[in-house]
């Protein structure tokens, strides 16, 4: 079955890099996928990546892929204090339908 | 990108009562809508997965005849609450799909926090 795992805080300092971890067990997966979880807001797709690829950039953002230790982690360059939120990673497995939530990274930004 | 939007987005009701939250998809049709729960401080888990035209496919341990779903049109999907408990209270969240279909992504309401006292 799906199991994804994150750790649960990260506290970092505005203008430091960023990075969020995430490990999966299903080595089916299509698709992995992070998002953002503002309080008491819903969530924002930040970012995804296709099974296939290691790495994909997006502005301040970068996802690294290693499937073979099924392995996923975000990098947000220069954080600054709006990236204060819950990161959830998540993925895609075999059937279109479901996908599996991790456990959430809180990541707190110090001015 | 695609809005999807609930409503409400927070309640209130007694104990026994019935609660109905409204998940629509604004500027896409989707057949497909998903309705997750959250506890405080833990992550989103899928309780249903709502076919527009269709009976919904629930998760195991959810309760179908506690959590109603209807998705009477490929803009709406409604979560009926009946009979509500102070452990029902949590805030539950709609998503659904949209955008590019082969990659699946799902785009999230903004959340509906229910507390039943």
Known sequence: GEDVEQSLFL????GDSSVINCTYTDSSSTY???YKQEPGAGLQLLTYIFSNMDMKQDQRLTVLLNKKDKHLSLRIA???TGDSAIYFCAEKTGGYQKVTF???TKLQVIP | GAVVSQ???WVICKSGTSVKIECRSLDFQATTMFWYRQFPKQSLMLMATSNEGSKATYEQGVEKDKFLINH?????STLTVTSA???DSSFYICSARGGREATGELFFGEG???TVL
Do not use: F, I, K, N
């Open chain 1, 102 to 104: 991790g456990t959430g």
């Open chain 2, 7 to 9: 409503h409400p987005s």
């Open chain 2, 112 to 114: 509906s926090r229910l």
């Open chain 1, 32 to 34: 992995l996928y992070w």
């Open chain 2, 72 to 76: 009477a049109s490929l803009t709406l």
């Open chain 2, 85 to 87: 408990h102070p452990e």
């Open chain 1, 11 to 14: 506290s970092v300092r505005e």
């Open chain 1, 78 to 80: 220069d954080t600054q």
